[in-house]
């Protein structure tokens, strides 16, 4: 049976597998999708650790897969330079970014609208013009709050496929592969973020949950942008809300 179709506890493997058998279990995944989808299986990157590290894992499957990056104009400036190494170094990995004018501090006003237009938006014209059928994606079910019901593989969307790859490894085991596979990584982690996004909305935050430095005093605080609540293929060119 391809591990595409499992079944398994999620939870539980969280617990169970070891960080060779985590690593052995995501390139199975990667590579199994990539026979299914070949050049229409894109890895989307947010130039976080978990992104860095499936990056990686997709180009030890196959050095031609591709990604898109989505960028906001609020990005700080560490990861705009991050950004740039990374894109210089892989120039298979698009730039996604949407100019349109906003209201001022729509992040204070309405963040949800906000990360709606700004990063919903380029996401799904990412997937349109790259012509995606499975994105690949950093997700993990013990980042916060809002990501413990997710699957390795989902259809959210009928004809997109989003693949976790990722999804039981724990915080700790990230950097372990980051560390011994010498992965450069955004350079805001060495100031004590442990979850990045846009500088308005991200804060170095201490505590059990990964993701609570995010939107802290919003209704969104810990939670998550919509990229993986919102559809992105469905109603493409309408708002979607
Ligand atoms: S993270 Fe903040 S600034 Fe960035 S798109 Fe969302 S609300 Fe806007």
Request: glycine share 6%; with cysteine; aromatic share 8%.
């Amino acid at each position: 049976m391809s591990l595409l179709d499992n079944k398994d506890d999620i939870k539980k493997l969280v617990e169970t597998l070891n960080l060779k058998q985590k690593v052995d279990r995501a390139l199975t995944l990667i590579k199994e999708a990539y026979e299914k989808y070949d050049d229409s299986l894109v890895v989307a990157n947010s130039l976080g650790k978990d992104s860095v590290c499936v990056w990686d894992l997709a180009k030890k499957v196959s050095p031609k897969i591709r990604g898109f990056i989505v960028t906001t104009r609020f990005k700080p400036q560490e990861t705009v330079q991050f950004m740039k190494e990374t894109v210089a170094q892989y120039p298979e990995q698009k730039v996604f970014k949407n100019d349109e004018a906003i209201p001022d501090k729509l992040y204070q006003t309405d963040p949800d609208r906000c990360c709606y237009i700004l990063k919903v938006l380029p996401v799904r014209r990412a997937i349109k013009e790259m012509e995606v059928k499975c994105w690949v994606t950093g997700l993990r079910c013990t980042e916060g709050r809002t990501r413990t019901d997710f699957k390795e593989v989902e259809e959210r969307d009928k004809g997109l496929i989003k693949l976790n790859p990722i999804l039981i490894w724990k915080e700790r085991e990230i950097w372990q592969y980051l560390a011994l596979n010498g992965i450069k990584v955004n350079p805001l982690y060495a100031q004590g973020y442990r979850s990045l996004g846009c500088a308005p909305c991200t804060k170095i935050a201490t505590g059990e949950d990964e993701r609570a430095g995010r939107w802290i005093n919003t209704s969104k605080c810990g939670g998550e942008c919509g990229i993986h609540t919102r559809p992105l293929k469905t109603n493409v060119d309408g708002d979607g809300i």
